[in-house]
Nanobody, 124 residues
Framework: QVQLVESGGGLVQAGGSLRLSCAAS????????MGWFRQAPGKEREFVVA????????YYADSVKGRFTISRDNAKNTVYLQMNSLKPEDTAVYYC?????????????????WGQGTQVTVSS
């Protein structure tokens, strides 16, 4: 039982940075593995990165390795996505999600709760 709200999206030039936040309600945030997904115009939603319950394990999509960093602060009920060296192909709506599976997973259907999304636009 968790509600998720993303924030921090916006317009940025290629090479710039953004930090997305996902604020969770309730008292069970630390019981869920968390992930970020994104959906570009005309494309299917795709996996970006996932993080374990305590933040000790992470898994990144090849397209963002070395540029994006996920972290979580369970005391603040918040997960973050630091995005550096942004490229135009990173333009998408970014969603955070919570999985009761409790290990890192790339599978969309294994996430139980989803935020509303926040728009990230990267210009050339």
């Amino acid at each position: 039982q968790v509600q998720l709200v993303e924030s921090g999206g916006g317009l940025v030039q290629a090479g710039g940075s953004l930090r997305l936040s996902c604020a969770a309600s309730g008292r069970t945030f630390s019981s869920y593995a968390m992930g970020w997904f994104r959906q570009a115009p005309g494309k299917e939603r795709e996996f970006v990165v996932a993080i374990s319950l305590s933040g000790g394990s992470t898994y990144y999509a090849d397209s963002v390795k070395g540029r994006f960093t996920i972290s979580r602060d369970n005391a603040k009920n918040t997960v973050y996505l630091q995005m550096n060296s942004l490229k135009p192909e990173d333009t998408a709506v970014y969603y955070c999600a919570a999985s009761s599976i409790t290990w890192v997973t790339t599978i969309q259907s294994e996430y139980d709760y989803w935020g509303q999304g926040t728009q990230v636009t990267v210009s050339s």
